[in-house]
């Protein structure tokens, strides 16, 4: 990561600016002109540094009041092409291979699900469970109820 | 803490439609604002309600550290109820700490650690350890099968 870059993060980590022309104002601040801010941020989601400009929103502000962290052990022979196939599933937002840390966490699967009860949430387990098979020896479910923080990444200046 | 009964249609649409995409040009609210019938300053203005009323956490770019050298590592604590607050302050106030959650079970407190370069994490989980008195899990992802963090809104329950 060059300088520039960095900078660039350090500016917009917090936000665009609300102004008309956010990235002529991110080019003031920074010392350089819009157009190179704007290569830049090409440049940046070209290389999934940025994966995507927009809202983020609190989720149970926008109505998913059941966050479900789902958590799975499945056979380490399967977990790979089981992982993509629940990565699919349209109501997944994350899904990752995790490390086990037994013995009192057998779980090496782990897939976010979101609904707007827990019923609905456990209904989508329901399907993650039938997809997965005898290949899934155990699995729980753990529900957030508070968000205590969610400010994204935030480097040191 | 936040207020979201101000949620109308129009925020709804923003929400629904920003979430990625928004042009890289020199007036990209209005673009924006364009595909949504929208007029650039009612848009601007409508984003800073979203924000100010917590709807919204954040507009921007998201960042993808690891891209340049960084790290992002989901991290567990088993907080003991009585030293709950205390633990929160701790934990929470660590810029490293992107996002922290409570959840129902044993390990009740979970939190992502995002570091510029991977030596970070682990300095942030000594310094967590050595604040709280208690042990950090960490659950560093070894395969990303998917991720994609958009949502579309739900109505809103009353009651």
Not at chain 1, 27 to 55: F, H, K, N, S
Not at chain 1, 145 to 151: F, N, P, V
Not at chain 2, 88 to 117: D, G, I, Q
Request: with cysteine; proline share 4%; charged share 25%.
């Amino acid at each position: 990561m060059d300088e520039l870059d960095r900078r660039l993060i350090l500016a917009t980590q917090r936000g665009l600016p609300l102004c008309a022309q956010p990235y002529a104002a991110l080019a003031a601040e920074l010392g350089c002109d819009a157009a190179t801010v704007m290569q830049r941020l090409e440049a940046m989601l070209a290389r999934g540094v940025i994966r995507r400009i927009g809202a983020v929103p609190n989720h149970y502000a926008i109505g998913y009041t059941a966050n479900g962290m789902s958590v799975w052990d499945v056979a380490d022979e399967f977990v790979d092409e089981l992982g993509e196939r629940i990565g699919q599933l349209p109501f997944v937002t994350h899904c990752y291979r995790r490390p086990r840390h037994l013995p009192g966490w057998p779980y090496n699967l782990f897939a976010m699900l979101h609904g707007d009860s827990r019923d609905e949430v456990m209904a989508r387990i329901a399907i993650v469970r039938s997809l997965l098979g005898d290949a899934c020896r155990a699995d729980d479910v753990l529900f957030s109820t508070a968000i205590l923080k969610k400010t994204g990444l935030r480097l040191a200046a | 803490m936040s207020d979201f009964s101000l949620f109308d249609a129009v925020d709804r649409q923003i929400v629904d439609h920003l979430q990625g995409g928004f042009p890289v040009c020199d007036r990209p609210y209005a673009v924006a604002a364009a595909s949504l019938g929208l007029a650039e300053a009612e848009l601007i203005e409508r984003l800073q309600g979203l924000l100010a009323r917590g709807v919204l956490t954040r507009f921007g770019p998201l960042f993808q550290i690891e891209r340049v050298g960084g790290a992002f590592v989901l991290a567990a604590l088993e907080v003991p109820d009585a030293d709950w607050e205390r633990v929160v302050a701790a934990v929470n106030a660590l810029p490293e700490v992107a996002h922290n959650y409570r959840r129902e079970h044993r390990f009740n407190m979970w939190f992502v650690l995002a570091t510029e370069k991977p030596e970070g994490i682990a300095a942030a989980i000594a310094k967590i350890e050595a604040e709280t008195g208690l042990t950090v899990h960490a659950f560093p992802k070894e395969r990303e099968y998917f991720v994609e963090m958009k949502l579309a809104t739900r109505e809103r329950r009353h009651g």
